[in-house]
Structures are given as C-alpha cells and as structure tokens.
T-cell receptor, first 112, second 115 residues
C-alpha cells in the first residue's frame, strides 16, 4: 500500500545528543514536509522540500536539520541546539504544494 | 499575523447534534487553497477536503458539509448528526499560490462528541 512511514514511533533523547527521525514515502510525491506539534497546539512547519536536493526553512527551523538525497526520503535531525525538543513530529508529502498533504503516523520525541 | 483562525478551541456536543466548526483565513493572494484535516486520538492527520479560491460552491459529503464564503473569508465545516467517532481535533489550513508560501495550519478545534 502507498503511504508515508515514520520511524520510530517513540524516541528518547539524552541531553546533548542528536537524533534522527525517519520519513519515507512511496507515493511518488515531489514535496515533503516536517511539522512539530506541541500538546494542545496546531502544527508548525520546520522544513519543507519541493524537490530532491532542495529544501527550505519553515517557521521554526532553528535546532533542526534535514536532507533530501532521494525523492522517497526526508529525514529530520533534531540537534543538541534544539533546547526544547519534546514534541510530536509529523512528516507529510504532497504532489505539489497546492495539493492535499498525506501524513505519517508521527514520532513522539521525549527528553531523558 | 495569523493567517488561519479557528476561534473555537474546544467544543462538546451530545451525539446526534449538529455542530459547526469555524475557520477564518487571511490572504492577499487571489488564488489559494483551503483544506480541512481531522486528527483522531491516534495522532495521524486525515485529509477531508480541498477547495480552491475560485470555487465557492458548498460541498456535502455524507454527514459532512462545508460552507465557503469569500466575502467573509470563511470556510466553515458542519457535521450533521454527530457521532462519537467524530471526536477529534480538526484543523483548517491555507495554501497560498505565491512562491515560498506553504501550508499554514490553524490552531485546531477539539471536538468531543458525548454518547
């Protein structure tokens, strides 16, 4: 079945550690997105990529990094510079930015 | 400035009641797209509807209906005869046409349908 797979479902980070969240899609979508959702709040855009080897910062990119070496994959690294990383992270993809986004099941990141 | 406003933070209704979720947006573009998504307790977002700025026709899909009014910059969502399974957080989103803009989500409305 086509879709978006995020892994892991739950992730714990130690102080000063970088962690990488995986996002893979087999929908053949060009555009991919990373969002952060804090409890009781909406989604905030971290990074987006409209095409392979290109990505742009969203509203809250500080402390995060991404890569887009393959169309299917858009991993997000939460660096030690992100002082408040505890949140629910959602990855999405779309054919184009005016089309509906399809979302993964999310990764819940917590600090140890 | 916030581009998508969902003024209702939480709504509770009893099963079989009708409920309307409000969405007001702000844009300078003449071409834009509006969306509604549902986020059940499991966490994933489910796409419900997409509407472009040139199509003001209201839409009905089963118990769901959407009222798009450009004059008031609103794109409201009504659930008729609500059911417990409708309990979720609902997000309205805006995508503008000019380069560099992406999806902007509203803060969401948490709907609780009580049996």
């Amino acid at each position: 079945d086509g879709g978006i797979t995020q892994s892991p479902k739950y992730l714990f980070r130690k102080e000063g550690q970088n962690v990488t969240l995986s996002c893979e899609q087999n929908l053949n979508h060009d555009a991919m997105y990373w969002y952060r959702q804090d409890p009781g709040q909406g989604l905030r855009l971290i990074y987006y990529s409209q095409i392979v080897n290109d990505f742009q910062k969203g509203d809250i990119a500080e402390g995060y990094s991404v890569s887009r070496e393959k169309k299917e994959s858009f991993p997000l690294t939460v660096t030690s510079a992100q002082k408040n990383p505890t949140a629910f992270y959602l990855c999405a993809s779309s054919i184009d930015r005016d089309q509906p986004q399809h979302f993964g099941d999310g990764t819940r990141l917590s600090i140890l | 400035a916030q581009k998508v406003t969902q003024a209702q933070t939480e709504i509770s209704v009893v099963e079989k009641e009708d409920v309307t979720l409000d969405c007001v947006y702000e844009t300078r573009d003449t071409t834009y797209y509006l969306f509604w998504y549902k986020q059940p307790p499991s966490g994933e977002l489910v796409f419900l509807i997409r509407r472009n700025s040139f199509d003001e026709q209201n839409e009905i899909s089963g118990r769901y209906s959407w009222n798009f009014q450009k004059s008031t910059s609103s794109f409201n969502f009504t659930i008729t005869a609500s059911q417990v399974v409708d309990s979720a957080v609902y997000f309205c989103a805006l995508s503008e046409d000019n380069y560099g803009q992406n999806f902007v989500f509203g803060p969401g409305t948490r709907l609780s349908v009580l049996p």
